[in-house]
């Protein structure tokens, strides 16, 4: 009896690419207290910036070149809350 030869694939698997965190203009900053922020593992990946359509206000930019893509800014609120993503939808 001969054995079946498996194939053999040269092509390494590609990975998917990782989705990036990205505020849109209805960042509200949450009152001064972003809780994407506090929330993000990354140390300066989220910003505070003030808001130029309303300079009172600050809203959050996101550095695109640190943000790991875990999500933790959509999805962990304080206390170990669970949020179906950012309360504004800015995320």
Request: glycine content about 6%.
């Amino acid at each position: 009896m001969a054995v079946a030869e498996k194939s053999k694939r040269t092509e390494k698997r590609k990975r998917k690419p990782k989705i990036l965190a990205f505020i849109n203009d209805a960042c509200t900053g949450c009152g001064g207290s972003p809780i994407c922020v506090t929330e993000c593992p990354v140390d300066n990946c989220m910003l505070e910036v003030q808001n130029p359509d309303a300079p009172q206000f600050i809203r959050i930019d996101v550095d695109p070149l640190l943000c790991i893509g875990c999500k933790k800014c959509i999805s962990k609120g304080p206390m170990e809350t669970f949020l179906e993503g950012c309360p504004w939808d800015a995320i």
